[in-house]
Structure formats: structure tokens, C-alpha cells
């Protein structure tokens, strides 16, 4: 599974990154003007659900645009055919394709593929996470100071869904950066080779993360919701870091969830 995770992956992201410029056909989702899906997303879940589907023909699969396509199965994909759809329309080459496969509920395997840069992160359960075929772990930095921090805001920003303008002032305060990348998948892929030591959002889909979260486990990191307890692909609610700073990172966020404004680095 886990190979041809990777063959959908790398097909889809090549076709993502020849169409970059070709966007034809722009649509908005849910009534919400920013939240973008062009045939280039739809075309990619196309190719790898395809796939899948010819190996697989009865695994159920959770993909960003098809849904859920409700199949009794031991086995069920989860997709994000192109995370990052705004960097893409926007001609940034930040964007990934992220595949995972749950197993009675459970994350067995995952594949995110960044094509621009031909990053290719890749996980089983119980046997480590790694970045074209070499290991990766989390980062040992242990204090906020000196921590780089990733982010994303959902759609639905102009609500402040969970004080979420809170949390990032709240961070920015704190560590020694913040960065907003545009991808989820790719954000906890860093986070798990050690390039950022930490990542929270508000509110995320199951196909965001779903990947991303085990290559957390597989390289040493937690992940949790933002009261530090054990959580899932399907709580919206996200933190993952490298362990060393995650509960120092949970008392700003609890500052967050109580409307408190942290105003100073001290
Ligand atoms: C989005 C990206 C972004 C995150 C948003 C997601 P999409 O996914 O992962 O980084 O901040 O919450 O919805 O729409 O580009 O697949
Ligand atoms: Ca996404
Ligand atoms: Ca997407």
C-alpha cells in the first residue's frame, strides 16, 4: 500500500506542478469567497483515486473533493489531492499531494509529496519517517525563544474560530518565529525533519493532516489538541511539535482559549 501510496503521490504531484499557470476554471466552496477549488484539484483526486481504485476496488477512500465515499472496508485512503490550492493559484510552488491509509481506524501509512522541490515524506507505522528515503526526526530544541513556529488560518478567519487571531499574537510573542506556509501536509512535514519545532491551527480537515500526524509519531514528536490531550485526524484542532517544547506551547494556547492576550516576550 504504502508503494503505491508513493506512485500516486509522485503521478499527481507532477501533473499538479506542469499545471501550475494553467489554472482555467476557479470556483469557491461553501459559500466562502476564499476557499478556492479549481479542476486542477479535482483532475489529481481523479488520478489517484483511479489508482487506488484498481488495486483496491474495495477500499474506501475520504478525499477532499469526491468526500466520503462510505464503503465497509478494513482500509479507508485519505486524500488531499493538492494542499495548497490558494499558493497554486497564485503561481507559488508551495503546495503537496497527501495520502494516507487508516486501518480499523488507525493511520498505518502516509505519503506527502512536495513536487516543486521533489520532497517526498514518507511513513509506516512502527518503522520511522522519512524524507526521500532518509530517517527524520524532530528537532531537540527545548525553548520557546529559540523555537520556529509554523501556522495556518482556516477559511472561516474573519469568524476568529477559537480565537485563532489570539493564539498567533499570543505565539508571536513567544518564540523566536512564526511562519505561514500555505500548506498543512507540509507544515507537520517539517515539523517531523525538524526544520520548524512546532505547528498548531484551529481547525483542519482529516485529508490535512492525516499524513502529516504520523510522520509527527514516527520522528519522535507529539500531537495533541490544544489542551495537550491525545487527539484524532477528525478533531479539528491541531498541535504537533517535537515534544520537548509541546507543554510550554499548550500554556500559551490555554491563554488563547480564555481570550487572554499575551503582550510581552517575558
Ligand atoms: C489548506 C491548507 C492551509 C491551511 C488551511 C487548509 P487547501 O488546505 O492546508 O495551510 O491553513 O486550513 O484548508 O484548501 O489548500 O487544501
Ligand atoms: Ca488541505
Ligand atoms: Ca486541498
Not at 468526500?67 to 497564485?90: A, C, M, Q
Not at 477528525?234 to 517544547?245: C, F, P, R, S, V
Amino acid at each position: 500500500m504504502i508503494q503505491l501510496a508513493i506512485e500516486a503521490a509522485l503521478e499527481a504531484g507532477k501533473y499538479l506542478k506542469e499545471s501550475v499557470g494553467k489554472v482555467l476554471q476557479v470556483e469557491s466552496k461553501f459559500g466562502q469567497e476564499t476557499n478556492l477549488v479549481t479542476q486542477i484539484d479535482k483532475n489529481a483526486e481523479e488520478i489517484i483515486i483511479s489508482k487506488i481504485r484498481k488495486k483496491f476496488p474495495d477500499h474506501d477512500f475520504l478525499a477532499e473533493e469526491s468526500g466520503s465515499h462510505n464503503k465497509e472496508s478494513e482500509y479507508r485512503w485519505v486524500i488531499d489531492p493538492l494542499d495548497g490550492t490558494l499558493n497554486f493559484t497564485h503561481g507559488i510552488p508551495l503546495f503537496s499531494v497527501s495520502i494516507a491509509v487508516e486501518k480499523q481506524g488507525e493511520i498505518v501509512a502516509g505519503v506527502v509529496y512536495e513536487p516543486n522541490l521533489d520532497e517526498l515524506f514518507t511513513a509506516e507505522k512502527g518503522k520511522g519517517a522519512f524524507l526521500n528515503k532518509k530517517p527524520i526526526r524532530v528537532s531537540k530544541v527545548d525553548s520557546l525563544i529559540e523555537s520556529m513556529m509554523v501556522t495556518g488560518f482556516p477559511y472561516t478567519i474573519r469568524d476568529n474560530p477559537d480565537n485563532a487571531v489570539q493564539h498567533f499574537v499570543n505565539l508571536l510573542m513567544k518564540v523566536q518565529g512564526v511562519r505561514r506556509l500555505g500548506s498543512a501536509a507540509v507544515d507537520l512535514c517539517y515539523v517531523a525533519c525538524g526544520r520548524f519545532e512546532g505547528f498548531w491551527e484551529v481547525s483542519l480537515n482529516a485529508w490535512d493532516m492525516a499524513a502529516g500526524v504520523l510522520f509527527i509519531e514516527e520522528a519522535g514528536g507529539r500531537f495533541t489538541d490544544f489542551r495537550g490531550a491525545p487527539s484524532s485526524i477528525y478533531n479539528k484542532q491541531i498541535l504537533a511539535t517535537n515534544g520537548l517544547i509541546h507543554d510550554k506551547v499548550v500554556e500559551v494556547l490555554q491563554q488563547g482559549l480564555s481570550g487572554k492576550n499575551v503582550t510581552s516576550r517575558s
